[in-house]
């Protein structure tokens, strides 16, 4: 029998999966208990059978409740997903942290993410994020140029990327959903995904958020679930950051840098190694660390032309050292 045609089925959740599994005659128990799903059956291993076929040509694996590689921290929701569909590989066990937070993130919350995630990754953790805008972006974005590895969670199915803007970073990603191809984003289904962000990481770090945000619920699953609930503190007055604050108030542990997030868990320090720079890019990036700007205020405070400046900024962001930020400012990446 395919236990993907009986995931498939209408009405059989986790639990029933299971146990219609462990039945010595699963398609026979099906029938005489659940007989409304049962005439549902043919058609559900036609289903099965195309979309195991669709999946592979799409570069993607479907991974079963059922089966030993199913990640365990996901086994262990109160309600789990039947199957999964995954691009690349799952975190390992106890070394993935989530850096979540809002999409419409202030510059120094997207700068601290997309750093906070890059150290993380060059101390050898997975960073998780859901690939949204805004601190999500910047948290896959910094885990690749740190050198390791990042998953996104998704709200929608893989084949339906969203937003679609994200297609090119999510190339270089792993990717993982619950939704059965073609399913486009709602917005309902994004809770679903903060719990497998929740599930799948040994804590969750959130940057930035209002008191909205959906970066709390992914905060209330791993509370739900004993992990540990970290997050950057903001200004008070500002309300992008009260979210963050007043999970700092209830407990959660506040984070300042990458040693704050390694020294809690109980990992050592990663080891990173600076670029070398040219005494011109060394004096532009001691800028930058003290603030955003614009390049021909950079320019008069360096007393260098303008296009010279430009050309060090290109430098620096390639070192992974400045970013562009809106309004053609520039900010220490």
Same mark, same amino acid.
């Given at each position: 029998?395919?236990?993907?045609?009986?995931?498939?089925?209408?009405?059989?959740?986790?639990?029933?999966?299971?146990?219609?599994?462990?039945?010595?005659?699963?398609?026979?128990?099906?029938?005489?208990?659940?007989?409304?799903?049962?005439?549902?059956?043919?058609?559900?291993?036609?289903?099965?059978?195309?979309?195991?076929?669709?999946?592979?040509?799409?570069?993607?694996?479907?991974?079963?409740?059922?089966?030993?590689?199913?990640?365990?921290?996901?086994?262990?929701?109160?309600?789990?997903?039947?199957?999964?569909?995954?691009?690349?590989?799952?975190?390992?066990?106890?070394?993935?942290?989530?850096?979540?937070?809002?999409?419409?993130?202030?510059?120094?919350?997207?700068?601290?993410?997309?750093?906070?995630?890059?150290?993380?990754?060059?101390?050898?953790?997975?960073?998780?994020?859901?690939?949204?805008?805004?601190?999500?972006?910047?948290?896959?974005? @910094?885990?690749?140029?740190?050198?390791?590895?990042?998953?996104?969670?998704?709200?929608?199915?893989?084949?339906?990327?969203?937003?679609?803007?994200?297609?090119?970073?999510?190339?270089?990603?792993?990717?993982?959903?619950?939704?059965?191809?073609?399913?486009?984003?709602?917005?309902?289904?994004?809770?679903?995904?903060?719990?497998?962000?929740?599930?799948?990481?040994?804590?969750?770090?959130?940057?930035?958020?209002?008191?909205d945000s959906g970066a709390l619920i992914t905060a209330r699953y791993a509370l739900e679930l004993g992990k540990?609930?970290?997050?950057?503190?903001?200004?008070?007055?500002?309300?992008?950051?009260?979210?963050?604050?007043?999970?700092?108030?209830?407990?959660?542990?506040?984070?300042?840098?990458?040693?704050?997030?390694?020294?809690?868990?109980?990992?050592?320090? @990663?080891?990173?190694?600076?670029?070398?720079?040219?005494?011109?890019?060394?004096?532009?990036?001691?800028?930058?660390?003290?603030?955003?700007?614009?390049?021909?205020?950079?320019? @008069?405070?360096?007393?260098?032309?303008?296009?010279?400046?430009?050309?060090?900024?290109?430098?620096?962001?390639?070192? @992974?050292?400045?970013?562009?930020?809106?309004?053609?400012?520039?900010?220490?990446?």
């Open positions: 029998m395919d236990p993907l045609a009986l995931a498939l089925l209408p009405g059989i959740g986790p639990k029933r999966l299971l146990e219609l599994l462990e039945a010595e005659n699963p398609v026979e128990s099906l029938k005489a208990r659940f007989p409304q799903a049962a005439g549902f059956w043919t058609e559900a291993v036609a289903r099965a059978e195309a979309e195991r076929q669709r999946a592979a040509a799409l570069g993607f694996r479907i991974l079963g409740l059922w089966e030993e590689g199913f990640p365990e921290g996901l086994r262990r929701l109160p309600q789990p997903p039947t199957h999964l569909y995954l691009k690349g590989d799952l975190p390992e066990e106890g070394r993935a942290v989530a850096l979540v937070g809002t999409r419409r993130a202030s510059s120094w919350a997207l700068a601290f993410a997309r750093r906070l995630a890059r150290e993380l990754a060059e101390a050898g953790l997975y960073v998780v994020s859901g690939l949204a805008r805004g601190v999500d972006r910047e948290a896959h974005l @910094g885990a690749l140029e740190g050198g390791g590895r990042t998953l996104g969670v998704l709200g929608s199915a893989l084949d339906r990327l969203y937003p679609p803007e994200h297609r090119a970073l999510a190339e270089r990603m792993d990717l993982l959903s619950e939704f059965p191809l073609g399913t486009g984003p709602k917005p309902e289904f994004f809770p679903r995904r903060n719990r497998l962000i929740a599930g799948l990481c040994r804590a969750v770090v959130v940057v930035e958020a209002p008191l540990e609930v970290l997050a950057v503190p903001g200004r008070p007055t500002d309300p992008g950051s009260l979210g963050a604050n007043r999970l700092i108030q209830d407990g959660a542990y506040p984070v300042l840098s990458a040693e704050d997030v390694l020294s809690y868990l109980g990992f050592a320090p @990663g080891r990173r190694e600076e670029p070398a720079l040219s005494p011109e890019e060394a004096e532009l990036y001691a800028l930058l660390r003290q603030g955003e700007a614009l390049p021909e205020d950079l320019a @008069g405070a360096l007393g260098l032309p303008a296009e010279r400046v430009l050309a060090l900024l290109a430098l620096l962001e390639l070192k @992974g050292l400045a970013r562009p930020l809106p309004g053609g400012r520039y900010g220490a990446g």
